[in-house]
């Protein structure tokens, strides 16, 4: 059985992907790009009041003013979109700590948009914790595996390596390599 030979339809998918590639890479360009714009968006609250009063509505806040309320929310806002923006564009295989941050700033958040008392960033380490706890280990023991199985390490090699005395400096290299 011989394969019919058609190129064109080939050619035409492979520009259609590549357009649809550069369609996708342009509007992440785009939405990286706006991110300025985005972070000092805060400058166009109102900084002489608690209360912001419209024909549509009336807000309040805890904060001194909208000024400082809108210069927090996207001071957490600009790096947990940018996070994210990293985290789901990444194709390294240590993508997953950048959950930690981005956990970080979603804590933060969250405490500012319900602002739930004066001391912001505070108890967000409490949270972050029991994450670390799961993240941390797991992403070394993806790395040791990945490691394992380009260098082809044996457990006999790998009790021979145990047993060798090293100095300090040495066990602090082997961990890093």
Known sequence: MDKPNNKSTTN?????????????????????AV??????????F??????????????ST????WYNYA???????????????WFFT???????????PIAMYSFQLWGLLRESSGNYDVLEIYYLIPLMMVLVPAVYLIRAKLFNRIRGNDLESFEK????KKSTWGQIKDLFR
């Open 161 to 164: 390596d145990l047993m060798t």
């Open 12 to 32: 035409s998918d492979r520009q259609s992907t590549g357009k649809r590639s550069l369609v996708i890479g342009g509007l992440i360009v785009i939405a990286i």
């Open 90 to 100: 990444c194709k390294h295989w240590w993508h997953w700590i950048i959950l930690v």
């Open 62 to 65: 805890e904060f001194p003013n």
């Open 71 to 85: 210069w927090y929310l996207v001071g957490k806002i600009v790096p947990l979109y940018l996070l994210l923006f």
């Open 46 to 59: 109102p900084d002489e009041s608690q209360v912001w009063e419209t024909s549509l509505f009336s807000l």
């Open 35 to 44: 991110t300025p714009f985005i972070f000092y968006s805060y400058k166009s």
